[in-house]
């Protein structure tokens, strides 16, 4: 099993509507977890971090369910600014910080 | 605010020339890595550096090397260029290798290297 995995896409959505997609990991040690978003052409940027409890951020929603070991993120009222690639990240406390793939996502007009 | 600076944006080289990649960060992190990324292959960790001094292989090392010049700087060599090594070049820094929220890595804008 990878270490972290992600449906790579694309998720092809109206604008407007709300899409999800996850991640999974494969070492229950990682203790932290994190979406990074990447621009076409552009570097990677954090876009959140996934608490245990969950978090807000806006339209965007991540969470983290350690018992089937993914995190998810959730956009609501998708814009067309939104289309990027999504990638997951995740981090154990004595292991290097593992990017996914990454899942691409295109907003409709 | 520049962040993590690399240098070239661009280059193209031919096969067998050597040429070195420039970073380096104003962010005092104690970590820093070289990643590349080709189409539908995700970020690929090629070298990084735990802190000043030290440097470790990363998942594709081969046909690389690097120099962690001091804690601001690092530095990625290819010595005879080819085109597999055809790629976006990322360099990025965080505050320690390890380590839970807050530990954001931050990347610079990437260099487009084209090996002919």
């Known amino acids: 099993r990878k270490e972290v995995e992600q449906d790579p896409g694309p998720f092809n959505v109206p604008e407007g509507a709300t899409v999800a997609f996850n991640c999974t990991y494969s070492n229950s040690a990682s203790q932290s977890f994190f979406w990074y978003r990447q621009d076409c052409r552009k570097e990677p940027k954090l876009l959140m971090s996934?608490?245990?409890s969950g978090n807000e951020d806006g339209r965007f929603t991540a969470q983290l369910n350690r018992a089937s070991q993914y995190i998810s993120l959730l956009i609501r009222d998708s814009k067309l600014s939104d289309s990027a690639t999504y990638l997951c990240v995740v981090n154990a406390q004595d292991d290097k910080i593992i990017f996914g793939k990454g899942t691409r996502l295109h907003i409709l007009p | 605010n520049a962040g993590v600076t690399q240098t070239p944006k661009f280059q193209v080289l031919k096969t067998g020339q050597s040429m070195t990649l420039q970073c380096a960060q104003d962010?005092?992190?104690?970590?820093m890595y070289w990643y590349r990324q080709d189409p539908g292959m995700g970020l690929r960790l090629i070298y990084y550096s735990a802190s000043e001094g030290t440097t470790d292989k990363g998942e594709v090392p081969n046909g690389y090397n690097v120099s962690r010049l001091n804690k601001r700087e690092f530095s990625l060599r290819l010595e005879s260029a080819a085109p597999s090594q055809t790629s976006v070049y990322f360099c990025?820094?965080?505050?320690?290798?390890?380590?839970?929220?807050?530990?954001?890595?931050?990347f610079g804008e990437g260099s487009w290297l084209t090996v002919v």
């Open positions: 996934v608490y245990s």
């Open positions: 962010m005092n992190h104690n970590s």
């Open positions: 990025a820094s965080s505050q320690t290798l390890t380590g839970g929220f807050g530990n954001t890595i931050y």
